[in-house]
């Protein structure tokens, strides 16, 4: 069975930092684009990094650019992603997701597998 599993979220003040971290079993994602996901309350789920099956590629969501940075580990079957200067706006749930037919995608539709979310909350 496929597992995606995020970890590294929790509380931090504005301005602070977090690692998210997402370890995959029970297959390899190495041939695939990986993505990070977020979903707030009521709005809707927003793809903010992307990053290519070689790691020769990354992409980001323009309210995240400069802030954060995705990154991959395909001998530890891993895929991270490095957020700093949080802000409040921040705070959501955030999952990660592979994209098993494409090398590199932003686009959501191509994600095919995800984890849980591990949830970053941001305070003022």
């Known amino acids: 069975q496929v597992h995606l599993v995020e970890s590294g979220g929790g509380l931090v003040q504005a301005g602070g930092s977090l690692r998210l971290s997402c370890a995959a079993s029970?297959?390899?994602?190495?041939?695939?684009?990986m993505g990070w996901f977020r979903q707030a309350p009521e709005k809707e789920r927003e793809l903010v990094a992307a990053?290519?099956?070689?790691?020769?590629?990354?992409q980001y969501a323009t309210s995240v650019e400069g802030r954060c940075t995705i990154s991959r580990d395909n001998e530890k079957n891993e895929l991270y992603l490095q957020m700093n200067s949080l802000k409040p706006e921040d705070s959501a749930l955030y999952f990660c997701?592979?994209?098993?037919?494409?090398?590199?995608?932003?686009?959501?539709?191509?994600?095919?597998?995800w984890g849980q979310g591990t949830q970053v909350t941001v305070s003022s």
């Open positions: 029970g297959r390899t994602f190495n041939n695939a684009g």
């Open positions: 990053i290519d099956w070689r790691s020769s590629k990354t």
């Open positions: 997701a592979a994209a098993t037919r494409y090398g590199f995608s932003f686009a959501a539709n191509d994600y095919n597998y």
